[in-house]
């Protein structure tokens, strides 16, 4: 069984001091951080946080990149108002505030998302990844919305159910070697799983040596030994995007 319990006991990691290139918007009835790329596109990734919430620098950061890389970039709080985790929060809480941030809950959330992508953006092609909580997510979606393009779960909790396998869009899934929030015995199950029962393209990548939150919340400046691996991570990531978008 998946370890959910205590679904993320995870420190914050590298926090970066960045203050980001895009703006918030209100979208509906949540606010969203929106990043877009120098030239016109019509493509968007829907970036979706992990349990430090939508305006984690980190996560930002990434959004950043998605733009960089001409992408428009959205990054909806989810959370909808509510506090995202702390650091500083008492751990033997964590379970109580987790129960009212299912990862599977966001189906009104993202349809406002993609309204507003189509609508206000001009966004044809729309991708989604997510880190940690938003992996989950991200996994989410990739069961539910196939009107989307192309998805990328990074660290996301294993959930061993029959029907987490039927994929609607191709999706890559981002592993840690040392995550001891996701045993490797889980990602062996899912990668089984996917290859029986999924019909998309999919890619289950394990990091050797690495730890949750790498991708996204280690600073490659401060841990050059990690650098080639999260650089390497954060190219797989595009090179997914740019095959399937």
Known sequence: ????????????????????????????????????????????????????????????????LLADNGYIAV?????????????????????????????????????AVLRFLKEKCGAKHIGAVGFCWGGSSTHHLALKYPELKAGVSVYGIVREREDRYDL?????FIFAENDHVIPLDQVSVLEAKLKEKCTVDHQVKIFPGQTHGFV???????????KPQIREARGDMLDWLNKYM
Request: aromatic share 10%; proline share 9%; glycine share 6%.
């Open 168 to 172: 609607k869009f191709p999706t890559l």
């Open 75 to 111: 990054c909806p709080d989810l959370f909808v108002g509510k506090e995202p985790w702390s650091p500083s929060n008492d751990w033997s809480k964590f379970q109580e505030w987790f129960e009212e941030k299912n990862p599977t809950n966001i189906n009104k959330e993202v349809d």
């Open 216 to 226: 996204h919340r280690k600073r490659e400046d401060i841990n050059p030994e990690d």
């Open 1 to 64: 069984m998946a370890n959910e319990a205590r679904p993320c006991p995870c420190d914050l990691g590298d926090r970066m001091e960045y203050g980001g290139l895009g703006l918030e918007v209100q979208i509906e009835h949540i606010g969203a951080y929106l990043v877009k790329p120098s030239a016109p596109s019509d493509k968007a990734i829907i970036v979706i946080q992990d349990i430090f919430g939508w305006q984690l620098p980190n996560t930002r950061y990434m959004a950043d």
